[in-house]
């Protein structure tokens, strides 16, 4: 069981940064690639990125790639979304999720509540 919470979202300019941490439960966390998501109103909840057991293989959705960057630090059992260049369509309920990786939800067991970045023009 792992249990997952996100921080750090908030209302940004566009063109603005901000980094969103996701602080995990349990002794398991480094046995998981984990994943964040992000949903905006009236959308499905879409792929933004993963990373690897280790932290050394990440990928990311072409919308948010040479914006974003997913980092790990597993002694601390949180995983972090470094997000650059903010646009107004970044605008979304951000989750990050533990699971078998990659871009698909139904791959992830664990979720997050979320947390809300919003970017003005």
């Known amino acids: 069981q792992v249990q997952l919470v996100e921080s750090g979202g908030g209302l940004v300019q566009a063109g603005g940064s901000l980094r969103l941490s996701c602080a995990a439960s349990?002794?398991?966390?480094?046995?998981?690639?984990m994943g964040w998501f992000r949903q905006a109103p009236g959308k499905e909840r879409e792929f933004v990125g993963t990373?690897?057991?280790?932290?050394?293989?990440?990928s990311y959705a072409d919308s948010v790639k040479g914006r974003f960057t997913i980092s790990r630090d597993n002694a601390k059992n949180t995983v972090y979304l470094q997000m650059n260049s903010l646009k107004p369509e970044d605008t979304a309920v951000y989750y990050c999720?533990?699971?078998?990786?990659?871009?698909?939800?139904?791959?992830?067991?664990?979720w997050g509540q979320g947390t809300q970045v919003t970017v003005s023009s």
């Open positions: 349990g002794r398991t966390f480094s046995s998981y690639p």
């Open positions: 990373i690897s057991r280790s932290g050394g293989i990440t």
């Open positions: 999720a533990a699971g078998l990786g990659g871009w698909d939800t139904s791959k992830y067991d664990y």
